[in-house]
């Protein structure tokens, strides 16, 4: 981050008499920064951005967003050709490490993570703590945060190979816990990973292979997934990376932190949604209930909102469902079911809301759970487990960000301030005076 030279903001508080000299920050593209972060002891004013829409919490090297033209880098690459050229695992590479890797460095790089693909038999026996039908988003998180129990005290975050083996760790086991929690909820034993099979067709065998039979995984399935996990691998500074930055930045154990990133994910505003948009595309039911919901969606007393549209950054379409919008055709048909009525219903309803005058003004366009749901049913996943999905994929965007946090020397434990609006000083009354 540089300072833009000669530009700064001066900032007047009249009534005191006092003024502070703001510098302006840039980034590499995008909008550039004014620097707060002295406010404070210059005017005695903290800034007030609930949600934190306009506030900039620490610079990253990661992704770039822009909102207001749709466009998704990650370490610069677009995420157009990336879907259509790159793996899951080079993706992986690429936000850890910064740059893209030869196919030597890939090829070492897939092993180390093939390498760490099991978990410890006791970690697996936690599942029966829960019942079947708990959530695997429940399970999944309380699994996670338990191996920090497994990783305590070999696991040094100031030690930069400490810090890799936990990102390979996490990321080889993040779907062997997937599927555990899946597994738990049909009551059927547990399958281990197949090193021999790559990420995204390793964890589909370890969801649906039974140990009585044999099972092939479907190539245009894995396919399939892989797509969706480098589509959804990382997204900036949202709301769950945001908790994976705050957790870690009290030099909590990183699988505590991770697991904290897969609770703040579960929500239906965040990547709950996609688990969401089925529910409600199945609530709908059909395309002429479409105006009812329409006019819910609109109704500020109804809690009824359209899932899978609208984006705190995207001011336009997210680049990323539009590849998930044509995939979903392209998939559907390679499987032999491209008469989906939920594809169909989902389809009409991005028509008509887009036309619809209360999405125009409010820039609200389908986003990248609007379509996800769909092919997640066709390749045989359930709904519960979406969200689960969307972890897989993101732990490494999380990893990526809290290993470029915890590697930064200028580092600062993350602690927002607040506007007090609470009762003023006042004395302690006891109980026998109180009326
Ligand atoms: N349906 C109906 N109205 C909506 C929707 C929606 N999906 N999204 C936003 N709005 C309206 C709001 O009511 C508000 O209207 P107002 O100005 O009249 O009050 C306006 O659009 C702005 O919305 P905010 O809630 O202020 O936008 P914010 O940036 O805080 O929220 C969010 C973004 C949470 C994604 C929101 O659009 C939403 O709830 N969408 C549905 C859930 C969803 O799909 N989440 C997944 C996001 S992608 C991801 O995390 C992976």
Redesign the pocket.
Known sequence: MNDKPGQTFELTDSSAGRSASLPVRAGTIGPAGLDISHLQPELDVFTYDP?F?MTAATESRITYIDGDAGVLLYRGYPIEQLAEKSSFMEVTYLLLIGELPTAKQLAEFSGHIRYHTMINETLLRFFNGFHHNAHPMAMVSAVVASMSAFYHDTMDIHNPRHREIFAHRIIAKIPTIAAAAHKHSLGQPFIYPRNDLDYAANLLNMLFAVPCEPYKVDPIAAKALDLLFVL?AD?EQ???TSTVRLAGSTGANPYAAISAGVSA?WG???????E??LSMLEQIGTVDNIPKYLAM??D?TSH???????????KNF?PRAKIIREMTHKVLAALGRDDNPLLELALRLEEIALKDE??IS???YP????YSGVIYSAIGIPRSMFTVM?AVARTVGWVAHWQEMISDPHMRIGRPRQLYTGAPRRDYIPVSKRT
């Open positions: 949600g829409g959804h997204h949202n709301a769950s994910l239906p505003a965040h990547g709950g949604a996609n969401a948009v969606a609109k500020k009824f909102r359209l899932m899978g549209f609208g984006h705190r950054v995207y997210d209360y999405f409010r820039k609200l986003n990248v759970d609007f969307f």
